[in-house]
């Protein structure tokens, strides 16, 4: 659970109770919070953020403070990753700076009483390769150019507006990567100090452009039908709240919105089946862009279009519903009254009047606002509107924002506080490690030597002395830039590895110091395994299996989970079910062999050499095969002659493709996300892509199977850390026999 305890009172049994200002003014339960009211400060992008590296400022956490009164604030959309951003000198939330600045934010917020979620943002198309990692084009679900200008930076440092590009279209072996970003975003925003998150999935930006046909043109499990098209918004829900409990997390859309050059050939079906899917989250909110927002904006009434799709989504919509756009104080009330809202966020209106709800309250006359300020620069149309306590008095808003910016610069944040300051039993930590990291994207000999700060814990999370480091393909193409390239650098790789526990944060009851431990955690902002101390969520550590060596337990916890939710989730493997597991002989498929056997299933293993068949039958193959589809299709009719129950594809190609054909009606077909999908579907057949998770659960089963299945852990090579560009080059060459790792053993491992 993340954020505060508190239990949640249903709306229905909160005392009612009529404030003075009307029912904008009522107290509402939001999640596990009860605002005071119901006036929302909406994300307003101010392009305001530091350079270099797009990290929050002092006069950001001013701003914000400076607009606590608000029932809830919504921040300016923050980009997940380099890839996501699209326009100049916006905050992100990828690196270790960006966290540091946000928790100055996120403290002023709260010292002023207020409360902050951060809206999660990948803009997609909308970006220009100025914004972009090494000036590569954006990404989007099709190939599909929007109109419009990008807001970039020149040479100068300035301000200019560049033509939109023609974006490239993300492969499907990309998803899970992107969908990796808002998981790690997450998790950092919760190192920041934020109250919960929101997901951007309007205005024409990332998200948006998968779920409208307009801009989705798509023929893979993302394109097409709508339950395909929001497939990529449901799976960074689903990554997004195992990061948060859903009830700190909510999610934007803005249907009929036409921003960003967005359409839909039928937004009603679209957006209601959308609405429809996200209901059994269980979210704090779904917060909408009005779709009537042009006619309030100018004084009409709303068209039949917009009042049709409202009352839609307000019927579908089970939880609480907030509405953005358009507003004065009088349709805010009026359409919360009649039930069409339980909030209303103001966007504009907060700009200029940082006591909104005051002011609405008492029906005070607005500031008016500096439009051509709203965008870049400092503190002039942005910490500097008055008060209506600061009208009344002497003091301008201009001394105080100085004075509050002076208190901020000061602040320290506690990420940067006591980075070698350790208690108890963990002196003996050092306050530098060795660690192997990449101070750029290329080949493997970017692999090189650093001395790091020892990571500092927080409290819920244990500090590792690591012994053993996995190495995969997912920390090749982390190198090679494909995967999270937007990370700072120095960039330590490494996924998944073995330890001794040496601090346990304060919240942490499940493992003390000194427990053998096994850990896979993707996107760790602490830094990866490739390390001497890792400091890792004690929810993504177990304590490794009786049966297991320490460097065994460093090389399975990533090809254990793959392979047993592999067998046991996607494919529900029984007793007497014929399975083939395409690239039997790595490291995924080593273990599945065993889990497999352990499950009464027959196995028909592939794999590429005649060295590889000989390793998987001694895990206990029943049948292996060179992956010749000829071969694979005679020992299959033979040994299954009513049809193959299940295929677990640890590989792609012609062989894969070929397979689905010896599967029975009925039968199963899974894959981890990564692995390329046959190109073709067969009716009848059950095609299941999946994710490895990590959690306390899913490590209690993994320790469990492989305590029941006598697992042997194949290590196909072992270097020492500092080897570890050998060690890539070794994964490069392929027809590896199991799995590589680094062997670590920092001083104080046992």
């Not at 090749?476 to 346990?504: N, Y």
Request: glycine share 10%; aromatic share 6%; with cysteine.
């Amino acid at each position: 659970m993340n954020g505060p305890t508190k239990k949640a009172v249903p709306q229905s049994d909160m005392p009612v109770k009529r404030t003075v200002g009307g029912l904008l003014f009522e107290p509402v339960q939001l999640g596990p919070y009860v605002l005071p009211h119901r006036i929302v400060m909406a994300p307003l992008t101010r392009s305001r953020a530091g350079q270099p590296g797009n990290v929050p400022t002092p006069q950001m956490a001013c701003y914000y403070a400076q607009r606590a009164s608000a029932a809830l604030i919504i921040s300016e959309a923050t980009q997940v990753s380099m890839q996501g951003q699209g326009y100049a000198w916006t905050p992100g939330i990828h690196s270790r700076e960006q966290i540091r600045g946000w928790r100055i934010v996120t403290d002023a917020v709260h010292a002023a009483g207020g409360l902050i979620f951060m809206q999660l943002w990948h803009v997609g198309r909308i970006s220009h390769p100025a914004l972009q990692p090494d000036r590569m084009l954006p990404v989007a679900p099709s190939p599909v150019r929007p109109s419009g200008m990008a807001f970039i930076e020149n040479e100068r440092g300035d301000a200019e507006l560049a033509p939109f590009v023609t974006p490239r279209a993300l492969e499907t072996i990309e998803m899970r990567y992107v969908v990796a970003q808002y998981e790690r975003a997450a998790t950092n925003a919760k190192h920041a100090g934020v109250d919960g998150v929101e997901v951007h999935a309007a205005n024409g930006y990332l998200i948006d452009q998968f779920l409208e046909a307009g801009t989705n043109r798509r023929t893979d499990a993302y394109g097409g039908a709508v339950d395909h098209r929001s497939r990529f918004l449901m799976e960074v829900v689903d990554a997004v709240t195992r990061v948060w409990s859903p009830e700190f997390v909510g999610v934007r859309l803005s249907p009929l919105s036409t921003f960003n050059d967005i359409s839909d050939v039928d937004p009603e079906t679209t957006f209601s089946r959308t609405v429809e899917r996200l209901n059994p989250y269980g979210l704090a909110y779904l917060h909408l862009v009005n779709p009537a927002k042009a006619a309030l904006e100018q004084g009409k009434e709303p068209d039949e279009a917009s009042l049709r799709m409202l009352g839609l989504l307000r019927r579908r919509w089970k939880g609480k519903l907030m509405l953005a756009g358009g507003f004065d104080r009088d349709t805010a009330e009026k359409w919360v009254g009649k039930g069409w809202a339980d909030l209303v966020a103001f966007g504009r209106k907060f700009i200029s009047n940082p006591d909104l709800p005051q002011r609405l309250r008492e029906s005070a006359a607005l500031n008016p606002g500096d439009c051509e300020n709203y965008y870049g620069g400092g503190p002039k149309g942005y910490t500097d509107y008055p008060t209506l306590q600061q009208l009344q008095s002497s003091e301008s808003a201009m001394s105080v924002d100085e004075r509050r910016r002076e208190e901020f610069v000061m602040t320290k944040s506690p990420i940067d506080a006591g980075i070698q300051t350790y208690k108890g039993a963990a002196a003996q930590i050092p306050g530098a490690m060795r660690a192997v990291a990449i101070d750029g994207f290329g080949a493997p000999d970017m692999l090189k030597p650093h001395m790091l700060p020892v990571p500092r814990p927080d409290e819920d999370e244990v500090l590792i002395a690591m012994h053993t480091a996995g190495v995969g393909p997912w920390d090749a193409q982390i190198r090679e830039g494909l995967i999270d390239g937007e990370a700072s650098f120095p960039l330590v790789l490494g996924t998944d590895g073995s330890g001794t526990v040496v601090m346990a944060g304060e919240r942490v009851r499940r493992l003390k110091e000194g427990d053998h431990v096994y850990s896979y955690s993707w996107a760790n902002p602490k830094g990866g395994f490739y390390a001497e101390y890792v400091s890792v969520t004690h929810t993504k550590v177990a304590t490794v299996p009786n049966s297991l060596t320490m460097e065994e337990a460093g090389a399975v916890a990533t090809t254990g989970l793959t392979a047993l939710q592999g067998i046991d989730d996607a494919l529900a493997l029984t007793k007497g079910e014929f399975l083939i597991i395409h690239g039997a002989a790595g490291g995924v498929g080593s273990v599945a062999i065993q889990f497999a056997k352990s499950r009464g299933a027959r196995v028909l293993a592939t794999a590429t050499t005649e060295e590889g068949l000989t390793f998987v039958r001694k895990l206990g193959a029943d049948f292996a095969v060179v992956g010749s589809p000829a071969k694979i299709a005679d020992i299959a009719s033979r040994a299954a002659p009513d049809g193959v129950d299940a295929v677990l594809a640890l590989a792609g190609g012609e062989a894969l493709e070929r397979t689905i054909d010896l599967v029975k009606r009925g039968g199963r077909l899974a894959y981890p996300n990564g692995i390329d999908p046959p190109p073709r579907k067969r009716a009848g057949i059950e095609e299941i892509a999946y994710d490895a998770v990590s959690g306390i659960e899913e490590f209690a089963a993994l320790n469990r199977a492989i305590e029941a299945a006598k697992v042997k852990v194949p290590i196909a090579a072992s270097f020492p850390m500092e080897r570890a560009a050998a060690a890539h080059k070794r994964l490069a060459q392929g027809h590896v026999l199991g799995k590589v790792v680094l062997s670590v053993k920092a001083q104080t491992s046992s």
